[in-house]
């Protein structure tokens, strides 16, 4: 995630994975980072489940901003770096 404040402001970032399908929402190798390395949850459902990654970036001064990306999770432990 790539964020900038014009103001000069230090960023705080706040990672978080939904995924209703599944046992959890993985977990992030730093949720405060970034970028970050993000585990999906074991599936084994054997069918395709969507997991939203939503990231929350904050300059410290109330304005807080955020964006998420859909990633769907197949049979499997996948990593994705973000």
């Known amino acids: 995630?790539?964020?900038?404040?014009?103001?000069?402001?230090?960023?705080?970032?706040?990672?978080?994975?939904?995924?209703?399908?599944?046992?959890?929402?993985?977990?992030?190798?730093d949720a405060s980072k970034a970028a970050t390395l993000w585990t999906a949850p074991a599936n084994l459902t054997g069918d395709r489940q969507g997991c939203t990654l939503t990231v929350m970036v904050g300059d410290g001064q109330g304005l807080l901003e955020s964006r998420s990306y859909s990633q769907g999770c197949w049979r499997c432990r996948i990593e994705s770096r973000w």
């Open 1 to 29: 995630m790539l964020a900038r404040d014009t103001l000069g402001h230090t960023l705080s970032h706040a990672w978080s994975a939904l995924c209703p399908g599944l046992s959890g929402g993985g977990s992030f190798q």
